[in-house]
T-cell receptor, first 117, second 114 residues
Framework: RKEVEQDPGPFNVPEGATVAFNCTYS??????FFWYRQDCRKEPKLLMSVYSSGNEDGRFTAQLNRASQYISLLIRDSKLSDSATYLCVVNGSTERYVAGGYQKVTFGTGTKLQVIP | DGGITQSPKYLFRKEGQNVTLSCEQNLNHDAMYWYRQDPGQGLRLIYYSQIVNDFQKGDIAEGYSVSREKKESFPLTVTSAQKNPTAFYLCASSTLGGGSDEQFFGPGTRLTVL
């Protein structure tokens, strides 16, 4: 099983639709979770962190389900400008790089969203 | 404006040549990272550094080398030993090296080996 798994999509949705992505992770010891957005041929940028209690930022809602080991991202009232690839990021696994003490960060391969006029 | 810069944006290299990718940040971040991104794959960590004059190998360090002589700079050298260097290279930084905080990315360098 991959450490972090995402449906690659693409998800093609009309403007105004609600769309949800899930991301599953394999290590139950993972502690921090994020959603990043990556536009075509650009660098990833943080969209939002994911907290145990869930969090909302405007049209975006992120949730964490530790029992089932997945995080989700919900986008309401989709805009054309939401078209991008959404990367799930998980860190805090028990694996640490030797001598560095750095907790491993794992990026998902991303889910592509295309919002259609 | 604070941020991370990478240069060049596009780089073409002949087989057998070493090339160095630049990464500079003025965010006063202690930790810096190098990733490579290939189509259909997630970002993979090449090297990271949590403090000046110290750096550690990531998952795919073979064929790469780095230095961290200044807090602001973390250049990556792609050596001729790297078998498949064509990729999108991303540099990132964060306030702490523990992995639990946001990473800020530079705009990336696209390396193509001819």
């Amino acid at each position: 099983r991959k450490e972090v798994e995402q449906d690659p999509g693409p998800f093609n949705v009309p403007e105004g639709a609600t769309v949800a992505f899930n991301c599953t992770y394999s290590n139950s010891a993972s502690q921090s979770f994020f959603w990043y957005r990556q536009d075509c041929r650009k660098e990833p940028k943080l969209l939002m962190s994911v907290y145990s209690s869930g969090n909302e930022d405007g049209r975006f809602t992120a949730q964490l389900n530790r029992a089932s080991q997945y995080i989700s991202l919900l986008i309401r009232d989709s805009k054309l400008s939401d078209s991008a690839t959404y990367l799930c990021v998980v860190n805090g696994s028990t694996e640490r790089y030797v001598a560095g003490g750095y907790q491993k960060v794992t990026f998902g391969t991303g889910t592509k969203l295309q919002v259609i006029p | 404006d604070g941020g991370i810069t990478q240069s060049p944006k596009y780089l073409f290299r002949k087989e057998g040549q070493n090339v160095t990718l630049s990464c500079e940040q003025n965010l006063n971040h202690d930790a810096m990272y190098w990733y490579r991104q290939d189509p259909g794959q997630g970002l993979r960590l090449i090297y990271y550094s949590q403090i000046v004059n110290d750096f550690q190998k990531g998952d795919i360090a073979e064929g790469y080398s780095v230095s961290r002589e200044k807090k602001e700079s973390f250049p990556l050298t792609v050596t001729s030993a790297q078998k498949n260097p064509t990729a999108f290279y991303l540099c990132a930084s964060s306030t702490l090296g523990g992995g639990s905080d946001e990473q800020f990315f530079g705009p990336g360098t696209r390396l193509t080996v001819l």
